[in-house]
């Protein structure tokens, strides 16, 4: 079977075979023509396997970095889980000195951090490994109220207000997934106010969205960094005193999204920032 190059070169032949084009100027051009689109052709050939080679690399790629972050989990749960332990024995030693008290808590911190971490990663990896559909449904008000009383008990410094969950709210969704949304936007609530002050959650329901606000007194967003601030291992400017690793924002937005829901904020420097999740309601038959 002749090659598109091919033909197009038996054609100019052809024309310069013919009696009747003898002399045509034309020929010259229709020869030049066609040498440059034969050289086209094997370019576009040559890039189409370089892509599909990439497309192969990138894939065997993203495999590997699976398999890896499920190993990193397998292999960092066991010790972090006999840290926590030790941690929480201390805690209830009757002849701890008082003064290791915080150094404890500081312990149990970080290994809560490492554990969020891992989660993230794996709840990233998930959202790309699973289809789109979500199924099941949960109280969402309950889960809300079961976060902040965990987020409150690990932020003694934080004064911590929840409005609008005293009625259960049940919504369509992954429980898990979107518990970790909320985990990351409290955890950033109190991380990004260091210096304590008012954590405010509300729940309410407009139309057939539930939405759920969360705000703080921390340093804020600056106006050029929020356009970029739930892509995917971005920073603040003003973040980079903080321990982070850009995932949770960027995870938020990518399980909302994957609920049919949104999250967006509203943010001064120095004045503190509110997130705005909507997720939608029930559809009534």
């Known amino acids: 079977m002749r090659s598109q190059e091919e033909d197009l070169h038996l054609w100019?032949?052809?024309?310069?075979?013919?009696?009747?084009?003898?002399?045509?100027?034309?020929?010259?051009?229709?020869?030049?023509?066609?040498?440059?689109?034969?050289?086209?052709?094997?370019?576009?050939?040559?890039?189409?396997?370089?892509?599909?080679r990439l497309q192969t690399e990138t894939k065997e790629m993203a495999q590997q970095q699976r398999q890896f972050v499920l190993m990193v989990s397998h292999e960092f749960r066991t010790p972090l889980a006999i840290v926590d332990s030790a941690s929480q024995m201390l805690e209830i030693e009757p002849n701890l000195p008082a003064s290791a008290g915080p150094r404890v808590r500081k312990i149990r911190n970080a290994v809560r951090r490492m554990l969020h971490l891992i989660d993230r990663c794996l709840a990233d990896d998930r959202l790309d490994s699973v289809a789109r559909t979500v199924t099941g449904r949960f109280?969402?008000?309950?889960?809300?109220?079961?976060?902040?009383?965990?987020?409150?008990?690990?932020?003694?410094?934080?004064?911590?207000?929840?409005?609008?969950?005293?009625?259960?709210?049940?919504?369509?969704?992954?429980?898990?997934?979107?518990?970790?949304?909320?985990?990351?936007?409290?955890?950033?609530?109190?991380?990004?106010?260091?210096?304590?002050?008012?954590?405010?959650?509300?729940?309410?329901?407009?139309?057939?969205?539930?939405?759920?606000?969360?705000?703080?007194?921390?340093?804020?967003?600056?106006?050029?960094?929020?356009?970029?601030?739930?892509?995917?291992?971005?920073r603040a400017s003003n973040a980079a005193g903080t321990t982070g690793a850009g995932l949770g924002l960027h995870l938020a937005r990518r399980i909302l999204g994957a609920h049919g829901g949104a999250v967006a904020v509203a943010s001064e420097p120095e004045l503190g920032s509110t997130f705005t999740v909507r997720l939608p309601l029930e559809s009534t038959p």
């Not at 050289?39 to 040559?46: I, V």
């Open 12 to 52: 100019v032949r052809r024309l310069a075979e013919d009696p009747a084009n003898a002399g045509n100027p034309l020929l010259t051009e229709f020869q030049t023509l066609a040498d440059r689109h034969g050289k086209l052709l094997r370019q576009f050939r040559k890039i189409a396997k370089i892509s599909d």
């Open 139 to 234: 109280d969402l008000a309950a889960l809300l109220m079961e976060m902040m009383a965990e987020r409150g008990s690990a932020s003694p410094n934080h004064h911590f207000e929840i409005r609008g969950c005293s009625r259960p709210l049940v919504i369509p969704g992954d429980r898990d997934l979107l518990a970790v949304v909320f985990s990351n936007l409290l955890e950033n609530a109190v991380k990004y106010s260091p210096g304590g002050g008012h954590i405010r959650l509300s729940l309410a329901q407009e139309d057939v969205q539930a939405v759920v606000r969360v705000e703080d007194e921390g340093i804020g967003v600056n106006a050029a960094d929020s356009p970029r601030i739930f892509d995917k291992y971005f």
